[in-house]
């Protein structure tokens, strides 16, 4: 119920987000779907990936936080389809190189996240395998934001990050 409820709400949001951008006008309570091309372009997706279905589905039956991102966030849907290649796409929990602010560190971290969800809930890997990709992620975000925060700074900032715990020892307890 839960997947299907979410589901309902992405294609929804696709739709709005493609009328805005489109300058129409977008009247009516949530929940009634505006078909146009973008909610064509994601059933269409939905219809001929199966990979992207069996990751999007497991991810909103298991996590109404990741459905709430892909709802605010409507056009992050396709990181989880399937490649050119026919591969999975990368759940390593790397980032881009180019993350300059914090919403865009925002967007990466949970789009690497869905990525590492839908494999590990798919049964794309294993535990131990899960395990390091978050860490990875962790460390990868920490990394990040560091570079954010030292960029708005003066040149010789006096900043440090202390990381507690298992934080760099690529496990997570």
């Not at 979410?6 to 294609?11: A, C, N, P, T």
């Not at 489109?22 to 994601?42: C, D, H, M, R, Y």
């Not at 279905?53 to 459905?67: E, I, P, T, Y």
């Not at 570079?147 to 760099?168: Q, R, S, T």
Request: glycine share 12%; hydrophobic share 45%.
């Amino acid at each position: 119920n839960l997947a299907l409820r979410q589901l309902h709400r992405i294609v929804d949001a696709v739709g709005r987000a493609s009328a805005r951008s489109n300058g129409q006008k977008v009247t009516g309570p949530a929940g009634e779907i505006s078909f146009n091309e973008a909610t064509s372009a994601l059933l269409g997706a939905l219809n001929q990936d199966h990979g992207l279905r069996r990751r999007l589905v497991a991810v909103l039956g298991a996590s109404s936080a990741l459905g709430d991102h892909l709802v605010a966030e409507p056009g992050e849907w396709p990181v989880l389809a399937t490649g050119p290649s026919g591969l999975p796409p990368n759940a390593e929990g790397y980032l881009a190189d180019d993350i300059s602010n914090i919403p865009a560190l925002r967007r990466a971290y949970r789009g690497s996240l869905l990525r590492i969800a839908a494999a590990d809930l798919t049964g794309g890997r294993g535990l131990e395998p899960t395990m390091a990709a978050l860490s990875r992620l962790a460390d990868e975000t920490l990394a990040a934001a560091y570079g954010i925060a030292v960029a708005a700074l003066p040149a010789d900032p006096h900043l440090a990050v202390v990381a507690m715990g298992k934080c760099g020892g690529n496990e997570l307890n």
